[in-house]
T-cell receptor, first 114, second 115 residues
Framework: KAGVTQTPRYLIKTRGQQVTLSCSPISGHRSVSWYQQTPGQGLQFLFEYFSETQRNKGNFPGRFSGRQFSNSRSEMNVSTLELGDSALYLC?????????????FGPGTRLTVL | TQLLEQSPQFLSIQEGENLTVYCNSSSVFSSLQWYRQEPGEGPVLLVTVVTGGEVKKLKRLTFQFGDARKDSSLHITAAQPGDTGLYLCAGVVMYSGGGADGLTFGKGTHLIIQP
């Protein structure tokens, strides 16, 4: 089985722009979670989608949003980018209905905001 | 306040030595997971512990879940350069109604094993 794929792998944007990141889960996985990883804060939960519905949301501003499509692929969007949004954005998929039992991570998208 | 505190933050030891890293919290977790992350990659799940006092072994790695389900440790015997990486613990806090907010991660332990 192919693993979780994320595109693009690297992205450079400037303040005020918006960005869309994509995640394709492992085939058959219906749950997709997104995390932000920074050296200072570590891995922080953004949100989780299951069957096209947002099931959980972390403590991030409304500039961060996401969605999931019927084929379980997911996108996350960050609007009005700030310097502090520079981070590694990780996507994880889970095979069951309980996402936190076992998560398979993609390689991440490295976002740099200038 | 970090829900999960990991220690040490950084550890550099020689090949062949033993080491232990810790994951502590004031909260009770229904389960706790350990991941390893290498540069340029996402975290990879090593183990999930569920029962208080549980001990799991994965070759040279031994994982323990505290009796009160508030802490965990990872012990590596005879460390090898291939063990180098960022070790992350992650826990799930279950609410009385049965729901959960997903995985909460510690900031990790950066481990370097020198040949």
């Amino acid at each position: 089985k192919a693993g979780v794929t994320q595109t693009p792998r690297y992205l450079i944007k400037t303040r005020g722009q918006q960005v869309t990141l994509s995640c394709s889960p492992i085939s058959g996985h219906r749950s997709v979670s997104w995390y932000q990883q920074t050296p200072g804060q570590g891995l922080q939960f953004l949100f989780e989608y299951f069957s096209e519905t947002q099931r959980n949301k972390g403590n991030f501003p409304g500039r961060f949003s996401g969605r999931q499509f019927s084929n379980s692929r997911s996108e996350m969007n960050v609007s009005t980018l700030e310097l502090g949004d520079s981070a590694l954005y990780l996507c994880a998929s889970s095979p069951g209905t309980i996402s936190y039992n076992e998560q398979f991570f993609g390689p991440g998208t490295r976002l740099t905001v200038l | 306040t970090q829900l999960l505190e990991q220690s040490p933050q950084f550890l550099s030891i020689q090949e062949g030595e033993n080491l232990t890293v810790y994951c502590n919290s004031s909260s009770v977790f229904s389960s706790l997971q350990w991941y390893r992350q290498e540069p340029g990659e996402g975290p990879v799940l090593l183990v999930t512990v569920v029962t208080g006092g549980e001990v799991k072994k994965l070759k040279r790695l031994t994982f323990q879940f505290g009796d009160a389900r508030k802490d965990s440790s990872l012990h590596i015997t005879a460390a090898q350069p291939g063990d180098t990486g960022l070790y992350l613990c992650a826990g799930v806090v279950m609410y009385s109604g049965g729901g959960a907010d997903g995985l909460t991660f510690g900031k990790g332990t950066h481990l370097i094993i020198q040949p």
